[in-house]
């Protein structure tokens, strides 16, 4: 039987590749959005991926999100993929309260509030795939970016200890870490700045979303019960730890 796999974020840039790659591999696959509606329906008859609406941020909106995607597709979440995030950017005497809480909310409490919301069935079924998807901003920082990068570098450790905690149960977690991706984030960035980050890479490229696709295929597979609490740094050779 298909396992059901959630996706957050899972309509564009990063999350829509992992979608397509977990529903090309067999899982039946959800994806969440939180505001995009003309996205949204258009990744739908796309790719035939069910979506669903709603704050990864709210603790009781993931918990309801999660009822009514396993009523929808029939069984019970298996692999849950944390991607969902925004940048609020601005440096640290220009921040407002409200840039930090967003993305703290967003980026760091949504994989809590989503991981909450499926662990106890994981555990007591013996078998559950997290990977939480954080960044290389959250392993070597960024100016502008000290709420970002702090969300990105708490999600490290989050899946330290979670991984810790669900080891005996048959529950792996795990983080990948991208680099500069071609997502619309990164291509809102100006062309010269661009050009400045590509020349840091030691491949000479940016990522595409594929690339990080398939890293969290293979830390959902079920042959990979033997790797938890790793981090795999998706970055071209940015920043190597």
């Known amino acids: 039987m298909a396992r059901v796999a959630v996706v957050t974020g899972g309509t564009r840039g990063i999350g829509r590749a992992i979608s397509v790659a977990l529903k090309d591999a067999g899982y039946k696959v959800a994806a969440t959005y939180a505001g995009n509606d003309e996205a949204a329906q258009r990744f739908r008859s796309e790719t035939g991926i069910p979506v669903f609406k709603f704050d990864v941020a709210d603790f009781n909106a993931c918990a309801e999100g999660i009822k009514a995607i396993e009523a929808e597709l029939g069984g019970p979440v298996e692999a849950l993929v944390n991607n969902a995030g ?67 570098a708490g ?35 100006s062309a010269n700045v661009l050009e400045q980050i590509v020349a840091r890479i030691p491949v000479g490229r940016l990522g595409k979303p594929e690339d990080i696709a398939r890293a969290v295929l293979f830390l959902l ?5 033997f790797i938890t609490g790793s981090t795999l740094s998706i970055n071209g050779g940015q920043y190597m730890d």
Not at 157 to 170: D, H, Y
Not at 221 to 225: M, R, S, V
């Open 86 to 152: 925004i940048t609020r950017d601005a440096t640290m005497h220009r921040m407002r309260t409200d840039q930090w809480n967003d993305v703290i909310r967003t980026n760091l409490d949504s994989c809590f509030n989503m991981s909450r919301a499926v662990i106890e069935g994981m555990r007591s079924r013996g078998f559950g795939r997290i990977v939480n998807v954080s960044s290389i901003n959250g392993q070597a920082g960024q100016i502008g970016q000290t709420n970002y990068a702090a969300a990105k």
């Open 155 to 189: 999600i490290l450790g989050f899946t330290k200890a979670l991984a810790q905690e669900g080891a005996s149960r048959g529950v792996t977690v795990n983080a990948v870490a991208p680099g500069y991706v071609e997502t619309d984030m990164v291509r809102a960035v």
């Open 221 to 225: 597979a079920d042959e990979a019960g």
